[in-house]
């Protein structure tokens, strides 16, 4: 993405996906399962959707990076308002048709968007945040000062401007690798074992999805304020709060069985935090390291968190064949 741009990337992506999901109607092992899943959907939602999204707006936005991302991202949080109707199609008409639904709507959905998609606004004779005039200080490169500590650049400071080698050299690079990874073990393990767990306590299929749904939505509520409150404030603590919150809903939903107020209070507590920390998470990568090779620093320190996205799900799945219970998990 940022060499090539994010409007080829996500075109790339939009068709992988696409093409990923009308192959997934006619699997018919588990091996082919993982091949179109793991090799032609993930990929393509990675290199079409994940970075370009988020490149852009921390291309075009210093000062507003965190409600640019946040706005960018709340179109995760609409997508669950279809989680109800592929849940209806895959219960009547069965999950290939849905597959196949998911993938022409993708297709039909996503080429024409990719197409407004653009770079930076230097390349057009802009300026980032819409300014007409700007005084350009001396960006904040690698110093060995710098790269020693966990340097934050705050939203008054001059703009961060480090490669992917500097910030591999950061002690700060690897803390928030870290600590992004363990909140991907949370939401790893919620996002795939919520519905099945759900249904373990006796909701039927439609519910459980539904609720889903309201997860997704709501979500965008915290992709908003949160990414609000990180243009205001230093993103790494409005982070940080984000995160206590997707803690405090995994707690929150192994008690759901207590009734309807525990359940709608995890929808609010878990998918704001949820919501809030995948705008957060992007606002501070910016605030530290700035535009130069943001696509490049995210998706390496994307890689390296990845343990957690997939651990939790194996552990939650793991601790549910030991106990036949999710409530440890």
Same mark, same amino acid.
């Given at each position: 993405?940022?060499?090539?741009?994010?409007?080829?990337?996500?075109?790339?992506?939009?068709?992988?996906?696409?093409?990923?999901?009308?192959?997934?109607?006619?699997?018919?092992?588990?091996?082919?399962? #993982?091949?179109?899943?793991?090799?032609?959907?993930? $990929?393509?939602?990675?290199?079409?959707?994940?970075? !370009?999204?988020? $490149?852009?707006?921390?291309?075009?936005?210093?000062?507003?990076?965190?409600?640019?991302?946040?706005?960018?991202?709340?179109?995760?949080?609409?997508? %669950?308002?279809?989680? !109800?109707?592929?849940?209806?199609?895959?219960?009547?008409?069965?999950?290939?048709? &849905?597959? $196949?639904?998911?993938?022409?709507?993708?297709?039909?959905?996503?080429?024409?968007?990719?197409?407004?998609?653009?770079?930076? !606004?230097?390349?057009?004779?802009?300026?980032?945040?819409?300014?007409?005039?700007?005084?350009?200080?001396?960006?904040?490169?690698?110093?060995?000062? &710098?790269?020693?500590?966990?340097? #934050?650049? %705050?939203?008054?400071? !001059?703009?961060?401007?480090?490669?992917?080698?500097?910030?591999?050299?950061?002690?700060?690079?690897?803390?928030?690798?870290?600590?992004?990874?363990?909140?991907?073990?949370?939401?790893?393990?919620?996002?795939?074992?919520?519905?099945?767990?759900?249904?373990?306590?006796?909701?039927?299929?439609?519910?459980?999805?539904?609720?889903?749904?309201?997860?997704?939505?709501?979500?965008?509520?915290?992709?908003?304020?949160?990414?609000?409150?990180?243009?205001?404030?230093?993103?790494?603590?409005?982070?940080?709060?984000?995160?206590?919150?997707?803690?405090?809903?995994?707690?929150?939903?192994?008690?759901?069985?207590?009734?309807?107020?525990?359940?709608?209070?995890?929808?609010?507590?878990?998918?704001?935090?949820?919501?809030?920390?995948?705008?957060?998470?992007?606002?501070?990568?910016?605030?530290?390291?700035?535009?130069?090779?943001?696509?490049?620093?995210?998706?390496?320190?994307?890689?390296?968190?990845?343990?957690?996205?997939?651990?939790?799900?194996?552990?939650?799945?793991?601790?549910?064949?030991?106990?036949?219970? #999710?409530?440890?998990?």
């Amino acid at each position: 993405v940022g060499r090539y741009g994010p409007r080829r990337m996500m075109t790339i992506g939009v068709i992988m996906m696409g093409i990923g999901f009308l192959l997934m109607s006619l699997v018919t092992s588990l091996v082919m399962f #993982y091949i179109v899943f793991l090799a032609i959907i993930s $990929v393509g939602m990675s290199i079409g959707i994940r970075v !370009p999204a988020l $490149v852009a707006p921390a291309n075009w936005f210093i000062k507003k990076r965190g409600m640019a991302i946040g706005i960018s991202l709340s179109g995760g949080g609409l997508g %669950g308002i279809f989680v !109800p109707i592929l849940g209806w199609l895959i219960v009547s008409y069965g999950w290939r048709t &849905a597959a $196949v639904v998911a993938g022409l709507s993708i297709l039909a959905l996503g080429i024409p968007i990719s197409t407004i998609m653009r770079k930076r !606004p230097e390349d057009y004779g802009l300026l980032p945040d819409g300014e007409r005039h700007r005084q350009v200080p001396e960006p904040v490169v690698a110093r060995p000062e &710098a790269v020693s500590a966990a340097h #934050y650049i %705050g939203r008054d400071s !001059p703009e961060a401007n480090f490669s992917l080698k500097d910030a591999l050299k950061m002690p700060v690079f690897w803390y928030l690798a870290v600590a992004f990874g363990l909140r991907q073990f949370a939401v790893g393990a919620i996002s795939l074992h919520q519905v099945p767990f759900l249904v373990d306590t006796g909701r039927s299929l439609q519910t459980a999805t539904t609720i889903l749904a309201f997860v997704t939505v709501t979500s965008i509520i915290g992709r908003l304020g949160f990414g609000w409150l990180a243009d205001r404030f230093p993103p790494r603590y409005v982070m940080a709060l984000s995160m206590m919150m997707v803690g405090l809903g995994a707690f929150i939903l192994s008690n759901v069985n207590d009734g309807l107020p525990m359940l709608l209070l995890f929808v609010v507590v878990y998918a704001i935090g949820w919501g809030g920390g995948a705008t957060t998470m992007n606002a501070t990568r910016g605030a530290y390291f700035g535009r130069r090779a943001f696509g490049t620093i995210s998706g390496t320190m994307d890689f390296v968190q990845m343990f957690g996205l997939v651990l939790g799900p194996i552990y939650a799945g793991f601790v549910f064949d030991v106990t036949e219970s #999710y409530a440890i998990a």
